[in-house]
């Protein structure tokens, strides 16, 4: 800009000695662009249940996040690498994260750094960055993730033999810094250092073995090479044993049991879960190609993780799923989440039925695959047995709220509504909108109007009653059956017990 002045000063000072008339120049330097100053990303990405949530101004490409972790004292140091982009002139902007931070290095060049709230790191660059412009941000910190406190919980779980990082929608603020919303997908390096004889396992593949560093210390890395959302990024520390295969199409498979499980339960565990190459690829067939690079699953010590959650290319499950013995039905659950959920992820949090309706309704679909009780039997129980007054009919799936965002409308009702889509459609119609969904969409972000769209468009009919009924309207909806199943007695389909079982537990994220 400097230069394009000075040349204009000297094209004016030509003119007016040429006898020209010089006030067209006044006119050419007003018509110069005029750029506002740089100014701060915003708190939040604007999420209606979860407003401070992730932040505006830049979007993130990769984290590279390297910790080490002393389970004896659950103490975490790390440092945390951003690769982002920035989405305006930016002046500072906003990282969710709870530990002590060190230092902050913003392109190179060391940035002050303050918190603001509970959960946010507030920075401010040497230099401010351009609209379009690369940022490279690096965070040194440090702290005991266990006594940190944010909206009203600690989600680090600190197990007898080390922790697990896992939970939804809060996880990332307690062991990396992040634009913490599914909306800002990235990729993944992360490498953890766990004294020697521990397990680190963390999402993806491996692209290289454990290595053995100084003073008693491993480290593990893992890599996850497709667009992620940060509440999906997982570590889980301990003592594991750990099983390897590959699925027909050559994914590898990296399962892994904690070494506290007792006989009987690490028996009932790994009946279920060693089918996992069997279950994804039945899921191919139903919801198309499966989107990641690796596949698996891991099984908790008792009475530490209280849940399941899908976490990318490998979820994790709590001990108490596989109490009554086996249970493939939550495995099924959390690998369609691979599809719904995660190659999938919701634009905001309003629309979690996409990710729970479908995964439930994939346990419906193994139900009656394997001769367990159809579709429309579990369907038709459901409807039966939920009295009028029911969270399941009082709640909108489609805008739950916060506290009913895992709650029976969300899974239940959710697969509910896929299976009237699935009456109203047809088989070929409702089959080529599931995989037609997550072609379209994969690694990206979706809402529930898009779905409907979709619908409509490839069964060429007016679906908005449906879906108005569905899941957009508090109140248990009118089935043309209505009547016939008042009169009929409920019998519970034989894989009831264990998606009931499964849910339950599903519940408590």
Same mark, same amino acid.
């Given at each position: 800009?400097?230069?394009?002045?000075?040349?204009?000063?000297?094209?004016?000072?030509?003119?007016?000695?040429?006898?020209?008339?010089?006030?067209?120049?006044?006119?050419?330097?007003?018509?110069?662009?005029?750029?506002?100053?740089?100014?701060?990303?915003?708190?939040?990405?604007?999420?209606e249940?979860?407003?401070?949530?992730?932040?505006?101004?830049?979007?993130?490409?990769?984290?590279?996040?390297?910790?080490?972790?002393?389970?004896?004292?659950?103490r975490l140091?790390?440092?945390?690498?951003?690769?982002?982009?920035?989405?305006?002139?930016?002046?500072?902007?906003?990282?969710?994260?709870?530990?002590?931070?060190? %230092?902050?290095?913003?392109?190179?060049?060391?940035?002050?750094?303050?918190?603001v709230?509970?959960?946010?790191?507030?920075?401010?660059?040497?230099?401010?960055?351009?609209?379009?412009?690369?940022?490279?941000?690096?965070?040194q910190?440090?702290?005991?993730?266990?006594?940190?406190?944010?909206?009203?919980?600690?989600?680090?779980?600190?197990?007898?033999?080390?922790?697990?990082?896992?939970?939804?929608?809060?996880?990332?603020?307690?062991?990396?810094? %992040?634009?913490?919303?599914?909306?800002?997908?990235?990729?993944?390096?992360?490498?953890?250092?766990?004294?020697?004889?521990?397990?680190?396992?963390?999402?993806?593949v491996?692209?290289r073995?454990p290595?053995?560093?100084?003073?008693?210390?491993?480290?593990?890395?893992?890599?996850?090479?497709?667009?992620q959302?940060?509440?999906?990024?997982f570590?889980?520390?301990?003592?594991y044993?750990?099983?390897t295969?590959?699925?027909?199409?050559?994914?590898?498979?990296?399962?892994?049991?904690?070494?506290?499980?007792?006989?009987?339960?690490?028996?009932?565990?790994?009946?279920?879960?060693e089918?996992?190459?069997?279950?994804?690829?039945?899921?191919?067939?139903?919801?198309?190609?499966?989107?990641?690079?690796?596949?698996?699953?891991?099984?908790?010590?008792?009475d530490?993780?209280?849940f399941?959650?899908?976490?990318?290319? !490998?979820?994790?499950y709590a001990?108490?799923?596989?109490? !009554?013995?086996?249970?493939t039905?939550?495995?099924?659950?959390?690998?369609?989440?691979q599809?719904?959920?995660? %190659?999938?992820?919701?634009?905001?949090?309003?629309?979690?039925?996409?990710?729970?309706?479908?995964?439930?309704?994939?346990?419906?679909?193994?139900?009656?695959?394997?001769?367990?009780?159809t579709?429309?039997e579990?369907?038709?129980?459901?409807?039966?047995?939920?009295?009028?007054?029911?969270?399941?009919?009082?709640?909108?799936?489609?805008?739950?709220?916060?506290?009913?965002?895992?709650?029976?409308?969300?899974?239940? !009702?959710?697969?509910?509504?896929l299976?009237?889509?699935?009456?109203?459609?047809?088989?070929?119609?409702?089959?080529?909108?599931?995989?037609t969904?997550?072609?379209?969409?994969?690694?990206?972000?979706?809402?529930?109007?898009?779905?409907?769209?979709?619908?409509?468009?490839?069964?060429?009919?007016?679906?908005?009653?449906?879906?108005?009924?569905?899941?957009?309207?508090?109140?248990?909806?009118?089935?043309?059956?209505?009547?016939?199943?008042?009169?009929?007695?409920?019998?519970?389909?034989?894989?009831?017990?264990?998606?009931?079982?499964?849910?339950?537990?599903?519940h408590?994220?």
């Amino acid at each position: 800009m400097r230069r394009l002045l000075v040349a204009l000063t000297a094209t004016a000072l030509t003119l007016a000695g040429s006898g020209v008339a010089a006030e067209a120049t006044p006119a050419r330097v007003s018509a110069l662009p005029h750029r506002a100053a740089p100014a701060p990303g915003g708190p939040g990405v604007g999420d209606e249940y979860y407003p401070d949530y992730g932040n505006s101004g830049y979007d993130v490409s990769h984290y590279d996040i390297r910790v080490r972790y002393t389970p004896a004292t659950d103490r975490l140091t790390g440092t945390t690498t951003i690769l982002a982009t920035a989405t305006q002139d930016l002046s500072r902007f906003n990282l969710d994260f709870l530990l002590d931070v060190s %230092s902050v290095r913003v392109n190179n060049r060391p940035a002050t750094f303050t918190r603001v709230g509970e959960h946010e790191l507030v920075v401010t660059p040497a230099r401010p960055v351009a609209d379009g412009g690369a940022m490279t941000v690096v965070v040194q910190y440090a702290g005991v993730p266990s006594t940190e406190v944010a909206a009203g919980f600690t989600a680090w779980i600190k197990t007898p033999d080390g922790a697990m990082a896992i939970g939804e929608p809060e996880i990332a603020w307690w062991w990396y810094p %992040s634009n913490d919303h599914p909306s800002d997908k990235a990729t993944f390096d992360v490498s953890v250092s766990v004294p020697d004889g521990v397990e680190a396992i963390s999402n993806g593949v491996m692209p290289r073995p454990p290595v053995r560093e100084t003073l008693g210390y491993t480290r593990w890395s893992w890599r996850s090479l497709k667009p992620q959302a940060t509440y999906l990024t997982f570590i889980t520390i301990g003592q594991y044993d750990v099983t390897t295969d590959t699925t027909e199409g050559g994914v590898p498979v990296y399962n892994a049991y904690s070494q506290l499980l007792s006989q009987d339960f690490r028996d009932a565990a790994q009946s279920s879960v060693e089918r996992t190459a069997e279950v994804i690829e039945w899921e191919s067939t139903v919801f198309g190609p499966y989107p990641f690079e690796a596949v698996g699953g891991i099984v908790a010590a008792p009475d530490t993780l209280g849940f399941a959650l899908e976490n990318q290319t !490998r979820p994790n499950y709590a001990a108490g799923f596989f109490r !009554r013995g086996s249970n493939t039905s939550v495995v099924v659950h959390e690998l369609a989440h691979q599809w719904f959920g995660d %190659s999938l992820s919701v634009e905001q949090w309003k629309h979690i039925w996409l990710n729970e309706g479908f995964a439930s309704y994939a346990e419906w679909l193994w139900s009656e695959k394997n001769g367990e009780g159809t579709a429309q039997e579990i369907f038709d129980f459901l409807y039966a047995t939920n009295p009028d007054d029911a969270l399941i009919w009082t709640t909108a799936p489609a805008d739950p709220g916060v506290a009913q965002l895992f709650g029976d409308a969300v899974y239940d !009702r959710g697969a509910m509504t896929l299976h009237q889509l699935r009456l109203a459609v047809g088989d070929d119609d409702f089959y080529e909108i599931l995989q037609t969904w997550t072609a379209d969409n994969r690694y990206g972000n979706v809402t529930t109007d898009e779905f409907i769209a979709l619908a409509e468009k490839i069964s060429g009919k007016d679906l908005g009653a449906l879906f108005d009924a569905w899941v957009f309207t508090p109140e248990k909806p009118v089935v043309a059956a209505t009547a016939a199943l008042a009169r009929k007695a409920p019998v519970a389909p034989k894989s009831w017990a264990k998606i009931s079982e499964t849910h339950e537990l599903l519940h408590q994220h």
